[in-house]
């Protein structure tokens, strides 16, 4: 049975939720490569890769002293040279017929490189950089976890073309709960820590709901009793599939859960690379999917918001999401796809 490749960054989670929605549906053919994967990947197979970050360096430091074709190259890190390593033997022994690399400029070179076809997932955001542009040209396909009417505006052309989009990538389940009275605070895996006080300001504003947060917050120093702040949470699901309403960043697999479920959302992009976050936050609010909120809001507005978030066509979510898309993910990379890659010409 060919084998395919799947290459998991590990920075937040949504790129393992990704790649355990499409490799759930024949586990035996695919192997997840990455870091940190151990007691996570289920009955999906997996090849643990050494970590590529230096001790006291965040992850991004390394760019300004990259070439231009190049994200996150940075000299002399063992950990680079031994990941790489372990990749190309893998490469040379399992003769993929495709990687699937989501996401990493660096991993698709060098799957190109060793005469291994890529399908290159492309994320939201400012990404015209000459190293994506590099890794969308070498890859054969590009898959994006998004509805089209999502992307950029900017995104040139040709790409748009070489892209296959695949919407409601996502485990969860469509449900949507009559008379659920909880707002969810949501704080993904790779986010900055949200202000304790600022949340439980907002549950003495709105005392008709019960407040929770799941992930990084801090505890206020005085929290109201319409207020549980759980911190990490392993049934992220279940808790956006109980609430009433979502507020949380723009991450991909936080909008997918929230399109899975129909529930109003707040959306309060966070810094990331490329302006992903914020890219997609104005396209929700441009489409009538989400409320944006550019900061966190003062006490006194949140009755304001939280109308606003109610009045929203929950349509206008259900014309974003696909309730399939992992499943036809699945179909396009496995389904002759992959085996024709082989034999295409450059």
């Not at 035996?28 to 643990?48: M, Q, V």
């Not at 291994?116 to 994006?144: C, W």
């Not at 003062?298 to 309730?323: K, M, Q, S, V, Y």
């Amino acid at each position: 049975m060919p084998a395919i490749g799947y290459y998991v960054h590990h920075h937040g989670r949504g790129h393992l939720a990704r790649a355990m929605a499409i490799a759930s549906h024949q586990p035996e053919r695919f192997r997840l490569l990455g870091t940190g994967l151990a007691g996570l990947t289920g009955e999906i197979p997996y090849l643990e890769l050494s970590t590529d970050l230096p001790d006291a360096t965040t992850y991004f430091d390394a760019y300004a002293a990259c070439p231009g074709n190049l994200h996150y190259a940075p000299l002399g890190n063992t950990g680079i040279r031994s990941r790489m390593a372990t990749l190309a033997g893998w490469i040379a022994q399992a003769k993929p017929d495709l990687i699937v690399c989501d996401v990493s400029v660096e991993v698709a070179m060098l799957a190109r490189l060793t005469a291994t076809p890529t399908a290159y997932v492309r994320l939201n955001g400012e990404r015209t950089d000459p190293a994506h542009l590099e890794a969308f040209r070498s890859a054969k396909t590009l898959l994006a976890p998004f509805h089209p009417a999502l992307d950029d505006p900017e995104t040139p052309a040709w790409v748009r073309r070489k892209t296959a989009y695949f919407p409601g990538i996502t485990t969860i389940k469509s449900n949507r709960p009559l008379a659920a009275n909880i707002i969810l605070v949501v704080n993904g895996a790779g986010g900055e820590m949200l202000c304790g006080e600022g949340i439980a300001a907002a549950a003495r504003a709105v005392p008709r709901y019960r407040w929770r947060t799941i992930g990084a917050a801090s505890a206020p120093a005085s929290a109201p009793e319409n207020l549980t702040m759980r911190g990490w949470s392993s049934d992220a699901e279940a808790e956006i599939s109980n609430a009433a309403i979502i507020i949380g960043g723009a991450g991909d697999g936080l909008v997918s859960a929230v399109f899975a479920t129909g529930k109003p959302f707040l959306c309060l992009p966070q810094a990331r690379p490329f302006n992903e976050q914020v890219l997609k936050a104005k396209r929700l609010q441009a489409l009538g999917a989400a409320i944006l909120l550019e900061t966190w809001p003062r006490a006194t507005e949140w009755p304001g918001f939280i109308d606003l978030a109610l009045a929203l066509e929950p349509t206008r979510l259900a014309a974003l999401h696909d309730p399939e898309g992992a499943k036809k993910a699945f179909e396009f990379l496995t389904s002759g796809f992959s085996a024709d890659l082989l034999k295409c010409q450059d």
